[in-house]
């Protein structure tokens, strides 16, 4: 199994573009999370999926956030417009029923000019 | 009282040494606590987990000591070595509606193991 995969690794963008960071879970999960962190955060869920179906969305930081799991092998966070202060690694994570360990992706490093 | 307390935010030891990580929780209905190492540029890899039905598990020279009444559970790596430098995260789920295996995460220690 190749893992949780996500793309870009990096991303830079200026402030104002749209940014959207892909996620692909490990076959079979049905869980997904995406996480961010930062240094003075740390790791903090923003939304997690169940069966493809988003069930708590209370950590998005705003309306600029946005996610989607249109397929049990696919997930999107878009961030539209960035800012600065949305410079972070995000993190996709997978986990299956029963199983409360989480896989995560290696991550992508976003950096907002 | 969802949140998870860790401590210390940094630790160096030398090599052989035994480094303790510590967390503390409110919400007595966590039931699942991680341990995630990570190392620089890669995502947070699960360690070792235990339940609250008992109060030690060891998985090689990683063991996590569990204290349900004072709802604290730490870390202690044994035989340190220098590959072990990484940043170590707690953290915390509880079954339930709409909190189904969500993890909530300490803010992370990272140690240096010195040669």
Known sequence: DAGVIQSPRHEVTEMGQEVTLRCKPISGHDYLFW?????????ELLIYFNNNVPIDDSGMPEDRFSAKMPNASFSTLKIQ???????????CASRTTGNYGYTFGSGTRLTVV | QQQVKQSPQSLIVQKGGIPIIN????????????????FPGKGPALLIAIRPDVSE??????????????????LHIMDSQPGDSATYFCAASMKGSGNTGKLIFGQGTTLQVKP
């Open chain 2, 57 to 74: 598990k060891k998985e090689g020279r990683f063991t996590i000591s569990f204290n349900k009444s004072a709802k604290q559970f730490s």
């Open chain 1, 81 to 91: 417009p960035s800012e600065p202060r949305d410079s972070a690694v995000y993190f």
């Open chain 2, 23 to 38: 967390c503390a929780y409110e919400n007595t209905a966590f039931d699942y606590f991680p341990w995630y190492q990570q």
């Open chain 1, 35 to 43: 996480y961010r962190q930062t240094m003075m955060r740390g790791l």
